[in-house]
């Protein structure tokens, strides 16, 4: 029988980590499952004061889990002094990767991972969803999962949480609504994959920050992945400063007012997307010139301005080939890269963005119920969860007919 391994990598999670475990233990699923938990910080942090209480609350995190019996858990140990990490290997990307590999040695090829976070809280039915999922689909590889943050009854933190959500899933239905392949939303704590796709590609990238959306995107180029589930994961909405970016350090930045990293784009960003999508027959055929396309030009200057496309034809053997070996160049990253860059060039404030948006996703509805006052920047929190709530049924509509 296929076996379901949960992976969760922790650093100073003893306030949060009861709940994801009690969730967890409360799982209604015919597949046997066991837990993997990587409890982790610097070695360095032994030697600053400030960190000192890092150091014991991960401390008793592991007295905590040694003494855990709801579940099977198999704890590794990377906070302990002498066993932090040390050098440039460090932080939740090291973790998943350690985690992972761990599991791989424990696992058949058909064996299911499922990716965590020790702040995050799942349904009773969540693992067998994930695990019939994949039984049922036999070309499946990976599933980046559909999110939902719950509210925290604190304004504050609601509004900037909220905030940085709406920019998230603006984004992605924005690229699925063009029908990019690479519109997936990568939270680690929202990833599944069989143990024979993860060793295929080489397990996880162990950045210290963002090493999902990479993670995701070797799903994307290798065919396979779903975006959409029966169930969704609840990740905690809190500040955090532990990783470079993310939703913690977002949520940081948007209780100052500062969201120049996480703007809402208008879909008009994402139009040269389209346009170079639909010109494919053309540029394969030689037809069309990079630069009558401004996001093929930009791909091209990306390229120090040599022909990707001749090389790209020389080396296919027919069309389907082709756009393939597009897609692999032009993938998440740069598409990223482009919205930032052309966003900068021609800024289109929010109110007017969202709107406009809105307008485009639901011909013909009514937009009264949304406020006069500026979008966002001055919203309650029941206002921007109204607005998040209908982005994410938009989305999850999207989501279920994504294929990659």
Not at 18 to 35: C, G, R, V, W, Y
Not at 42 to 70: A, G, T
């Amino acid at each position: 029988m296929v076996a379901v391994r949960v992976a969760i990598p922790a650093m100073d999670e003893l306030e949060l980590m009861p709940a994801t475990l009690d969730a967890l233990a409360k799982q209604q699923t015919a597949f046997p499952f066991e837990i993997y938990i990587c409890v982790n910080q610097p070695e360095s942090y032994w030697f600053h004061p400030e960190k000192r209480s890092i150091c014991e609350h991960n401390r008793q995190l592991m007295v905590y889990l040694q003494n855990y019996k709801l579940l099977t858990l198999h704890v590794l140990n990377r906070s302990s002094r002498g066993k932090g990490w040390t050098g440039k290997k460090t932080g939740v990307g090291q973790a998943r990767k350690i985690l992972f590999a761990k599991i791989l040695e424990d696992s058949a090829p058909d064996d299911i991972i499922v990716s965590l976070d020790a702040d995050t809280i799942v349904k009773p039915g969540y693992l067998q969803s994930v695990a019939m999922q994949f039984i049922n689909e036999r070309t499946l590889n990976a599933i980046a999962v559909p999110y939902y943050h719950p509210l925290n009854l604190d304004e504050p933190c609601d509004k900037s949480m909220l905030r940085y959500e709406i920019y998230m899933r603006n984004y992605a239905i924005n690229l699925l609504n063009i029908n990019s392949p690479y519109g997936f939303t990568a939270l680690g704590s929202a990833i599944a994959t069989r143990a024979k796709a993860l060793a295929k590609i080489g397990n996880i990238t162990p950045l210290q920050s963002g090493e999902d959306f990479y993670l995701v995107q070797k799903f994307c180029k290798m065919g396979g992945l779903r975006l959409f589930n029966t169930e969704c994961v609840y990740p905690a909405g809190r500040y955090s400063n532990r990783v470079p970016f993310g939703t913690g350090p977002a949520m940081s930045l948007g209780r100052e007012g500062v969201w120049d990293s996480y703007p809402i784009y208008p879909h008009s960003v994402f139009e040269p997307i389209k346009a170079a999508y639909d010109l494919l027959p053309e540029l394969y055929a030689n037809r069309t010139n990079h630069t009558d396309n401004e996001f093929l030009y930009f791909l091209q200057q990306n390229n120090k301005g040599k022909d990707i496309w001749a090389d790209i034809r020389n080396n296919v053997k027919d069309f389907p080939h082709f756009v393939k070996a597009f897609h692999q160049k032009a993938d998440g990253l740069r598409i990223l890269q482009f919205a930032r860059t052309k966003n900068r060039q021609n800024p289109v404030n929010e109110d007017t963005a969202i709107t406009e948006n809105l307008k485009l996703w639901f011909p013909g509805k009514p937009l009264d119920w949304l406020p006069r006052t500026p979008v966002l920047t001055e919203h309650s929190v029941e206002q921007l969860d109204r607005l998040r709530n209908i982005l994410f049924e938009k989305e999850q509509c999207l989501r279920k007919t994504f294929i990659s």
